[in-house]
């Protein structure tokens, strides 16, 4: 037992040592190359199953994911992979088939993406949570996704009808606690109510294709079959949809080469990032930025995942005390909720790495308060703003600075020439973690993506940048808004106009009592197109305060007109609904 111990915890040790070697070497390869833009070309050719496999078959006792009380090592994670994919082979998956999963954090949503990627399948990565029926419909017909994996709380009537219309043969279902074990704690607990309360409209139990995801692994425990993982270049191995902030949720299709890149751009980008420690990991795997930024990158990277299907944010000190994770790929609401815990007064948070910001950026105000906060409990972290796309896989910006491997430019809008220092332009970019496409999409991807005369494709964003030097000198880049969110609409008059949520949401920001707001573009018979404005109030008590600040400010009257039409039910929730000079207002208190 000493020798089988000592064999696997130097075997642990080589391994990390190899990880960093393996970095180490990408990046002298890097700095050789006399054309940046061929980094593609050095990275490892894999799919993002061996990736994971090859960077941690020697720490097989390492952990792999924590969920709650429950550990799963990496040879854990490695055989439920392979029975999974095993028992999706017995069902007839084969490479190039399409399964579409949709989960939340939880073990089973991993297991399911890497096991679909093992046998060269397409993961389908669709949100049956809160998607519309057309658009569920619509993308698992794109693909022929003929199985579902989902979770027990969300095959409801309304998802089982809609797997009839398409098709679907076989859907693998998991609860909340599967992966827990049998003792009974308070997060099981919590598990259990909410699926008890979910449970009436739940068809699991009524429909003959569905099958418990851990009898699925039986299946494929028991199944006489050895297979080998698939490798298929420049297929497409993933796709996961945009929100339809800018229109209809698109497509995004991705290769293998691209995702296990970005653990490279990564692995490069953030120094301190290194072999056992812990990501927590809290938001659904369909987003491209949890899938690949905050559960691939890290397993690629010998790290653990740390996941929390139901996170709330209020609670967070009872993540930091569990988990004593180090590196957390947030966004701006939860790192506000931190800092009004009040439980974490005497709490070390010495053992933290790294913070980064997905989505909105973090206000001046509530950065300094966060950075305060992490300061009193012995933390030199600086919270980073993450800028990406889910056309890229997730982060192109880091810490308003590109990940190392990543090139950028920013380009007049009308010529399209490189604008200098300090202009505003369209943010052009190059990396290698690029999507191939918009699945059925051809126009779209043609305007989206470039080439240039030497070949290589450059990403459109439609977002406004400018370069800038921050106080030590060194060159940044600032967002300045999106072009792609600007379009034609017509006044009350029918004359055509331009209409731009960027300016409606800082015209908005500007008076107070509102906290966030958020706009997007809708068509409209009337008008063309319609922006809709979507607005959080500091203090619910205030709304009818502030709706009159709205009438009285005349650059929100330019927008909006007057608000006449107030709406109030019951509960404390509220909101004003109205109609003029092509824009929307809502105002939408926590409890509505």
Known sequence: EKQVFLWYTNASFWGDIMIKEDLKKIREELIKLDDKRKFKDILPKRSCYQEIYEVNKNKLNDTAICYMNSVITFKQLFSKIYYLAKALTEIGVKEGDSVA????????????????????????????FSGGDREIEEQMRKFNSKVLITQDIFYNKRIRNIMDKVGVTNVVTTGLADSLPIALNMDKAKFEIVEFLKSFGNQASKDNRCIRFNDMLNVGREAQMDIRPKYTPDKIAMVAYTSGSTGEPKAVAATNEAAVSMKYLMGLSVDNFAPKDIMFSTLPLWIYYELINSIFDPLALGAAVALDPLFDAKKVEKRFSQYHFNHWNSITPDIIEMTKNKKMKDFDLSFLKSISIGGASIDPEHREKARTFLRERNSDVE????????????????????????????????????????????????????????????????????????????????????????????????????????????????????????????????????????????????????????????????????????????????????LNDFISTSNNSASINYYAQNCFVGFFTDSF
């Open 101 to 128: 999963i949709s989960t939340l954090a939880i073990p089973e949503g991993v297991i399911s993406f890497f096991a679909t990627n093992y046998i060269g399948a397409i993961a389908n990565m669709i949100n049956v």
């Open 383 to 562: 919270i980073w703003d993450g800028y990406g796309t889910s056309e890229t896989l997730g982060c192109i910006f880091l810490d308003n600075k590109p990940l190392e491997g990543n090139i950028y430019k920013i380009v007049n809008i009308e010529t399209k020439e490189i604008v200098p220092e300090g202009k505003v332009g369209e943010l052009y970019v190059l990396t290698p973690s690029l999507m191939k496409c918009y699945y059925g999409n051809e126009e779209l991807t043609n305007s989206t993506l470039e080439i240039d005369k030497d070949g290589y494709v450059w990403f459109k964003t439609g977002d406004l940048f400018h370069e800038y030097r921050d106080k030590d000198n060194k060159l940044k880049v600032k967002y300045d808004g999106r072009i792609r969110r600007m379009e034609i609409s017509k006044d009350p008059n029918g004359v055509p106009c331009k209409l731009i949520p960027d300016e409606i949401n800082r015209v908005v920001k500007e008076v107070d009592g509102v906290q966030e707001c958020e706009s997007i573009i809708v068509d409209d018979k009337k008008y063309l197109t319609r922006a809709v404005t979507f607005i959080t109030l500091e203090n619910e008590e205030n709304i009818k305060d502030i709706m009159e600040k709205f009438n009285k400010d005349p650059n929100l009257e330019k927008l909006f007109g007057q």
